[in-house]
């Protein structure tokens, strides 16, 4: 990866915090010790989340699944007071494995708070999620703050009525915005290079990525298809990258119908957002490093 330092006239990117910090941070330490299973498939999102969740949450205990099932033999292990659960996983999925907790619970008659991470943002996302039995549910990419929020009101038992009703997406970006610049610092905090991190490894896949999308529009692999443009969507939502990331989810939800015949148009349209978000995330590491030292 291409790497020059330029000269970042802010030197960090403190203006980027939100102004309630203090006051979350004294929320979040305020709780009993809280352990809570993160479960989600793709590494750099487990380390954000690892991230998001120790930066503010001090008295957090935290066990870590890669999918489904790795999550139930956990959570039958281990005695947890919450779980934050990715939807589309290999293996078992995030509503499979809820359902079997579900089951579970039956026989005890305990109810673990269970949390839906999704990059999907519709009103009917949150209801099958709902229906599942996930208890709440908050949109990729996740939105610090109220990540933040959420889990003190799980962990506090706050009733549903009084939860106050907040989303958080990103799809009303400028059409013209390559990506988020101040939601990405605003929502992830720049600990152990995490920014750097995510854009290292966008870099890595991206190019892969498109190949493996590229073969499957050629021999028609609905599947191979929508579980390519997935993993690269799960990257370019923790980037902000709004116009790339809704390129990647059309391609996704056409790999899922199965008619791939305007597949290779919304590709084309994915890799020009692609070439646009290069430079830019360069920029940015380029920045980020030179700060850094």
């Known amino acids: 990866m291409h790497i020059e330092n330029r000269t970042n006239e802010e030197g960090d990117h403190d203006q980027y915090k939100p102004d ?26 487990r380390q954000l989340l690892r991230v998001l969740l120790k930066d503010k949450s001090y008295n957090l205990k935290l066990s870590e699944a890669e999918n489904g099932k790795e999550a139930l033999e956990i959570f039958e292990k281990e005695d947890l007071d919450l779980i934050l659960m990715d939807v589309q996983m290999p293996k078992m999925n995030g509503y499979e494995a809820t359902k079997a907790i579900r089951e579970r619970e039956k026989e005890t008659g305990a109810h673990i708070q269970i949390i839906a991470m999704t990059a999907n ?128 989810h059309e391609l996704e939800i056409i790999g899922n119908g199965g008619d791939l015949a305007r597949a290779r148009a919304v590709y084309n349209k994915l890799v020009s957002e692609i070439e646009r978000l290069k430079p830019e995330l360069q920029l940015l590491f380029d920045e980020l490093n030179t700060s850094k030292g």
């Open 20 to 45: 309630s910090e203090e006051k979350e941070v004294s929320q979040m330490t305020n709780l009993p010790p809280i352990h809570i299973l993160l479960v989600e498939d793709a590494p750099i999102s």
């Open 121 to 248: 943002a519709m009103e009917e996302d949150r209801d099958i999620c709902l229906e599942a039995g996930m208890d709440d549910y908050i949109a990729k990419p996740i939105n610090a703050d109220l990540l933040r929020q959420k889990i003190f009101e799980r962990a506090s038992m706050v009733t549903a009525t009084q939860k106050e009703n907040v989303d958080v997406t990103i799809n009303n970006t400028n059409i013209n915005m390559v990506f988020d610049r101040d939601s990405l610092f605003c929502n992830i905090p720049n600990q152990e290079g995490i920014i750097q991190n995510i854009i290292t490894e966008f870099f890595k896949i991206f190019a892969p990525s498109l190949g493996e999308i590229l073969d499957a529009i050629n021999n028609n692999n609905g599947g191979a298809l929508e579980f390519t443009a997935h993993k690269l969507k799960g990257y370019l939502i923790n980037l902000y990258a709004q116009n790339a990331t809704n390129a990647a």
